[in-house]
């Protein structure tokens, strides 16, 4: 499970989102996949930061992973594909980057699309992103409609009701660098 640290002047504030964050990641599947989440609270202002490192574990999934290409042949002056597929997890994200000229079956594609075996098919990092910001969404109290995310090795995002100050902005970069920064035994 990932690091929690939740600063809160109030004690109660702290245990509760503290629990909260701990609910969320448990939720959404993250715990293992985040290394450390901080959470900065300021209730008077009122603005709440929320920081994440995640680990760097995502992959590319690429045609290898999951297909061979089966044939190639020359039509018409068109390269045709006969793929198999070998496991049907990634099929849809395949079938969205190629031409399909035929089917047979749901483990056989016939395309005219240029494909080989080291082209990406799907970064899962992008899943994981979107799995991050709905974590954050949660945590968040729900008045807090004003929003902003910086992206990097680490992901910071802050929320309040009120339009940003700069000095509140600067709090959430700094939180992103020292997470960025942080080194952790055994990673």
């Known amino acids: 499970m990932a690091e929690i640290f939740v600063d809160c002047k109030d004690e109660a504030g702290k245990k509760i989102y503290t629990k909260i964050i701990q609910t969320s990641l448990e939720d959404l599947i993250l715990g293992k996949s985040i290394l450390e989440v901080r959470m900065i609270i300021r209730e008077d202002e009122p603005y709440f930061i929320i920081g994440v490192l995640p680990k760097q574990t995502t992959k590319l999934i690429r045609l290898r992973d999951f297909a061979n290409i089966e044939e190639t042949k020359k039509v018409d002056g068109k390269t045709i594909y006969k793929i198999k597929i070998e496991d049907e997890t990634y099929l849809p994200q395949l079938l969205e980057k190629i031409n399909i000229i035929d089917q047979p079956s749901r ?25 991050v910001l709905d974590f954050m969404n949660r945590v968040f109290p729900e008045g807090m409609r004003v929003r902003k995310t910086f992206y990097g090795k680490a992901i910071a995002s802050i929320a309040s009701e009120k339009p940003f100050k700069k000095e509140w902005l600067d709090v959430a970069l700094k939180l992103k660098e020292e997470l960025e920064n942080t080194k952790i035994i055994g990673f």
């Not at 483990?107 to 799995?131: G, H, N």
């Open 107 to 131: 483990f056989e594609v016939v395309t005219d699309s240029p494909v080989d075996l080291d082209m990406v098919v799907y970064d899962a990092k992008k899943d994981f992103i979107a799995k």
